[in-house]
């Protein structure tokens, strides 16, 4: 009986820790995006010539994080 519910509670903090290192990920994934990314494809989009596309897209980005009021995506 004792080994039932080792198991059981081995299984359950396993999963736990499985579910925190996702959300850890994704957290992480989602400030490299947002630092990383998106600037260098705005710089690489000016390099290229597309100057408007990429106000563009920045534009909309600032509209995005003053409505959300979200600091990184």
């Known amino acids: 009986m004792l080994m039932i519910i080792f198991t059981l509670a081995l299984i359950w903090v ?3 820790f499985v579910i925190f290192g996702l959300k850890a990920a994704w957290g992480i994934a989602k400030l490299v995006c947002t ?4 600037p260098l494809v705005l ?10 596309v990429a106000l563009g897209i920045l534009i ?14």
């Open 43 to 52: 710089i690489g989009l000016c390099m290229a010539g597309l100057a408007y």
């Open 14 to 16: 396993t999963f736990k």
């Open 35 to 38: 630092i990383l990314l998106l």
């Open 60 to 73: 909309l980005a600032a509209i995005f994080m003053l409505v959300t009021g979200v600091l990184f995506a």
